[in-house]
């Protein structure tokens, strides 16, 4: 399967515990984004990186979010001191920047914080 | 910031019956994109329209860009059962990269 792949599929800790996501996007996509999706609502931009350089980031990120690429290629998203409100689906999106923007999203991983 | 909204936010219809969802920005948006994502699934892309007025049909979908890029409009003509899920819009403005969605048009379609 060459799509957006993303681990864990699921992932259930317990409050103030440390996770971290996995994204491998489309191997010749050079721009990643991540997303959060809580129910009944849109995805919600996080941040975006183009190759390794993280270009932009939601002002609604709390400082216990980061995000890196370091070689261009995966990225992993960490969450510190997980809050009861950090439980969401966390997409992890791909795009090459040419033609269309269209993104190519992946299944997700589902976070429950208890 | 830019913020977009969608509406109705639910929508039941009965098979054949024509359905719209309306997509509004607060801002003059470069291009907006729509998805669909399926109960359970993730979002999957249909279409962008970039510029101003744009139409752009497939199939039975008919897909609306504004004149002044603030608005868009996804038309479905004799909804089937397959199209059960959530439309989104997401748009994006000249000073980012961030594409921002709406909170989506669930349509649930009965036979």
């Known amino acids: 399967d060459t799509g957006v792949s993303q681990d864990p599929r699921h992932k259930i800790t317990k409050r103030g515990q440390n996770v971290t996501f996995r994204c491998d996007p489309i191997?010749?996509?050079?721009?990643l984004y991540w997303y959060r999706q809580t129910l009944g609502q849109g995805p919600e931009f996080l941040t975006y990186?183009?190759?390794?350089?993280?270009?932009?980031k939601s002002r609604l990120l709390s400082d216990r979010f980061s995000a890196e690429r370091p070689k261009g290629s995966f990225s992993t998203l960490e969450i510190q001191r997980t809050e009861q409100g950090d439980s969401a689906m966390y997409l992890c999106?791909?795009?090459?920047?040419?033609?269309?923007?269209?993104?190519?999203f992946g299944e997700g991983s589902r976070l429950t914080v208890l | 910031g830019q913020q977009v909204m969608q509406i109705p936010q639910y929508q039941h219809v009965q098979e054949g019956e024509d359905f719209t969802t309306y997509c509004n920005s607060s801002t003059t948006l470069s291009n907006i994109q729509w998805y669909k994502q399926r109960p359970g699934g993730h979002p999957v892309f249909l279409i962008q329209l970039v510029k101003s007025g744009e139409v752009k049909k497939q199939k039975r979908l008919t897909f609306q860009f504004g004149e002044a890029k603030k608005n868009s409009s996804l038309h479905i003509t004799a909804t089937q059962t397959t199209d059960v899920g959530t439309y989104f819009c997401a748009g994006s403005s000249n000073s980012g990269y961030a594409l921002n969605f709406g909170k989506g048009t669930s349509l649930l379609v009965t036979p």
């Open positions: 191997s010749e996509h050079n721009r």
């Open positions: 999106a791909s795009n090459s920047g040419m033609e269309t923007g269209e993104l190519f």
């Open positions: 990186f183009q190759n390794e350089a993280q270009l932009e």
